[in-house]
């Protein structure tokens, strides 16, 4: 008998430890539009180096063009058309805003999101800048975080936000 159960026993603690490794922390989050409808979905995926993104939005979500996109601190996009109660960027390394700026990137930054003429998008993007669940840039903190969309394309140097404008569309990432 014991012969047997070993290698049973084994094979079960390399099957979790391969479960663990194949599956990291996600969480999808809806966008939400300028007027409150739901326009897409935000799915975040956690790694030690950084947060891999999928920004998805729907045909018709979104002006086409590019639109200034970042991580904004608090996690509350119930101000509809506003968005202000996500508050300012996640910045707690202190650096200037903007991916080409020589004093940047703040923790907030990504690229610009550039949507279709149809008014969709569907885009993957990384950053190094902050953490799912760990160390003082992380995006689970007790008051969560957002994702910001922006009216206007983030020229990646100009303070605070690049010249991205108005906020017209936001993703609650809450635990
Ligand atoms: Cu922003």
Redesign the pocket.
């Known amino acids: 008998m014991t012969r047997v159960w070993v290698p049973l026993f084994v094979a079960a603690q390399l099957a979790v430890a391969t479960a663990a490794i194949a599956a990291p922390d996600t969480l999808s989050a809806g966008i939400v539009g300028a007027t409150g409808d739901g326009i897409g979905e935000v799915t975040l995926i956690d790694s030690p180096h950084g947060v891999l993104l999928r920004v998805q939005i729907a045909r018709g979500g979104l002006p086409a063009g590019a639109h ?3 991580l ?1 601190a608090v996690g509350n996009c119930s101000d509809i058309g506003e968005f202000k109660l996500s508050k ?2 996640i910045n707690v390394d202190g650096r200037a805003h903007g991916l080409l700026n020589p004093d940047g990137p703040d923790n ?1 930054d990504l690229p610009n999101l550039i949507v279709r003429e149809d008014g969709s998008a569907d885009v993957e993007l990384f950053t190094e800048r902050v953490r799912m669940d760990d160390g003082p840039a992380m995006l689970l903190d007790s008051d969560g975080s957002a994702l ?1 969309i ?1 009216a206007n394309a983030d020229d990646h140097m100009t303070q605070p ?1 690049g010249g ?1 404008g108005p ?1 017209i569309a936001c993703a609650e990432i809450n635990r």
């Open positions: 200034g996109m970042h904004h300012g960027h907030a910001v922006h936000i991205a906020r």
